[in-house]
């Protein structure tokens, strides 16, 4: 189960110290789990906490007073919820584990090892989300099952269930066709028995491959037989099917009424996209599931591929829109002289094709990528007026047991491709389960090296969003955002990579500190542009907690607002509430030299934390940036209105302005306004752009 900021874990907090509550909330972000933690005062709250607003996991601590362990046990068992609970000791022993055990918590954690304690709420917050995906399911399945039942007796297809070569179920349509008058007719009777004579050898033959666990045809041509003896031409078409928890075979047998062979070449056109040739994406997805059922089943290999050709919206620019089809087609012509006679081919988007090769290892599937890539990258595309030099990324995935699900084979086929594009294009990167931890280290050794050449050649980039004053006097005010050019030149035009793509890898090989430097001068340099031009514009840009252990940033900021004659009054440093909460003392440090130079330093993400508010006793920030989690469903959550307007109030009282960031809609505007808010900036205003034009007027 993979955790980020589109999950967000909802914690219980039972624990005296709100410093060490604090603490555990700041160790699990940095492992990258968002948290909404809360925190009751006493037995009464947590209650109250678990009815009204139901976290996802508690960790209580083992000797806390305010809330005992046992008075927590019993107001989660009395919520009838599925309420995981993890004991925080501080040593563990057989006494300590059994008795967490015995009063129903689901384990027991360290405090002092940071380690243990996010593997233990990552386990734990997976087997619930697996446990509420169960529960799901099962309901889902069932409504599924009454629907089918309802929809099976209704429908004009004849349809009938077959258990062992038996009819153990048929509805109307399906009686009717055979003169039947009732199910009891034909309840027990060989499927054989209506079959013409002259087709009984053949379709027993069908249906011993059937009994052996054999994959059932599409369809099947034969000649049926009417209880009145007349036969009459009729297809057969098969799925696996259960009923009543039995494994059978579903039958939907309809009758030949036009030319066998025509209705063949229907069929073999409704399975192809008419650009290509190759197939579309409805029979391809068949194939595919038929491939990862294998897998599952019976434990084969088989690979999934996706390529995309590189730059697809320059090539468009370059030959017109009105040649796109032209295009497609040149690109499928070459994949198909790149794959063999067994694999199978798509068109699987509107620039995207997919290739399906069975029974094949990863070698095999390694193989055929850098073969389809050699084949763009070795050869011209040819259209009827236009020879193009084009190149393709290529991502895939190795199927097999660890990966034996749809959803799982395209999602991770999807970003191997997305993966091989972002570095440059004209690359393969091939997800194989076995071999996951190689493919890792590939990917990042990539990235490295394109975040080290961005850097060398000056291919970032900065996107600005206006700040709207809803208050006061209009002023101009911008955030500035890091992007990354992914045109391998450097050329204007190509696409951008979004941060969240490599800011982790970034962190991780400690490049953090070189970015920062790079996107605050360049900060400066835009003021003083700006400000020549006589133009007194505020910039707000993201640094990192790296720059807090960088004495060398403060340096850079005083000889970059020299060199480009800035005002450090219009640079507003931000840095996220959790980081400055984690490095206290050296983000007071950093606030305190820098303001020397008029430079403001202001907290994003505000209001996540357990006691936010707290924070401003000890660390001045200009700016309070609402977390956007109070923002993504503000006009229909209460609760988030309430906390918006708790926070604009405080802020007010202790002089600090703030800012509401992703508002979506006038609605929200509205109740931003009435609440109080300073600022406000979002799509819904002016998305983020690579030129400052907005009229603050």
Known sequence: MQFGKDMVLRLLIVDDSVEAAEAIVSGLRNSGIAVRPTRPENEQEVAALILQHPPDLVLAARNSRNVSLAKLMQSVDASGKDLPVLVLLESIDDAALLGA???????????????????????????????????RLE???????????????????????????????????????????????????????????????????????????????????????????????AVMEFTAATYEGEHCLQVVLRRQEIDPELAREVEALRQRDQVTGLLNRATFLRALEDAVSDAAQNSAHHG?????????????????????DQLIAACSERLRAAIGPDDIAA????????????????????????????????????????????????????????????TAVLGKASQCLQSASDVGGNRTELFDPGAADRAEEERIAAWVGRIR?????????????????????????????????????????????????????????????????????????????????????????????????????????????????????????????????????????????????????????????????????HFDAAFLKIDRGYMIDLTSNPDHQQRVREIAEKARELGRQTIAEFVQDAASMSLLFGAGIDYAQGHFLAAAGPDMDYDFQ
């Open 101 to 135: 055990l015995e009063i129903g918590a689901r384990g027991v954690v360290l405090r002092s090892n940071v380690a243990h304690l996010q593997n233990a709420v990552r386990s734990e917050w997976a087997d619930l989300e697996a446990r509420r995906s169960l529960r």
């Open 139 to 233: 309901a889902q399945v069932r409504e599924t099952e009454r629907r089918c039942d309802a929809l099976i007796d209704s429908s004009r297809d004849p349809i009938a269930y077959i258990h062992e070569g038996m009819h153990i179920r048929a509805n109307a349509a399906y009686l009717e066709i055979f003169g039947f008058e009732s199910f009891e007719d034909i309840e027990g009777m060989s499927l054989l028995d209506l079959v013409a004579p002259s087709q009984v050898d053949g379709f027993k033959q069908l249906l011993k491959q059937l009994s052996k666990g054999e994959a059932p045809p599409p369809s099947y041509e034969t000649q049926a037989r009417a209880l009145d003896g007349n036969a009459f031409p």
């Open 304 to 324: 999934l591929l996706l390529l995309e050709p590189d730059h697809y919206n320059q090539l468009l620019q370059e030959i017109g829109l009105d040649q796109a």
């Open 347 to 406: 068109r699987f988007g509107e620039h995207q094709f997919a290739v399906l090769t069975r029974h094949s290892d990863h070698m095999h599937t390694s193989n055929l990528a850098e073969g389809i890539r050699a084949a763009f990258a070795d050869h011209v595309l040819e259209t009827d007026s236009l020879s193009l030099s084009a190149t393709a990324s290529v991502g895939g995935v190795q199927i097999g047991e660890k990966i034996a699900s749809i």
């Open 453 to 617: 050449d961005a850097l060398d050649a000056d291919r970032f980039v900065m996107n600005y969003q206006p700040l709207i004053n809803l208050h006061g006097e209009p002023m101009e005010m911008y955030e500035a955002y890091l992007r990354m050019q992914n045109s391998p030149t450097g050329e204007a035009g190509g696409e951008l990579v979004q941060p969240l793509s490599f800011l982790q890898i970034a962190e991780e090989h400690g490049l953090l500190w070189e970015i920062d430097r790079w996107v605050v001068g360049k900060a400066i340099q835009v003021i003083g542009e700006r400000m020549r031009q006589g133009r007194r514009t505020t910039l707000l840009v993201k640094i990192t907690q790296a720059s807090l252990q960088d004495e060398s940033l403060i340096q850079h900021v005083v000889e970059q607002l020299a060199k480009y004659g800035a005002d450090g009054k219009l640079l507003v440093l931000q840095l996220p509430e959790s980081k400055v909460f984690t490095n206290l003392r050296a983000a007071q440090e950093l606030q305190s030299r820098i303001s020397q130079y008029g430079v403001r330093v202001g907290l994003e993400q505000f209001g996540a934390g357990l006691n936010s508010f707290q924070l401003l006793n």
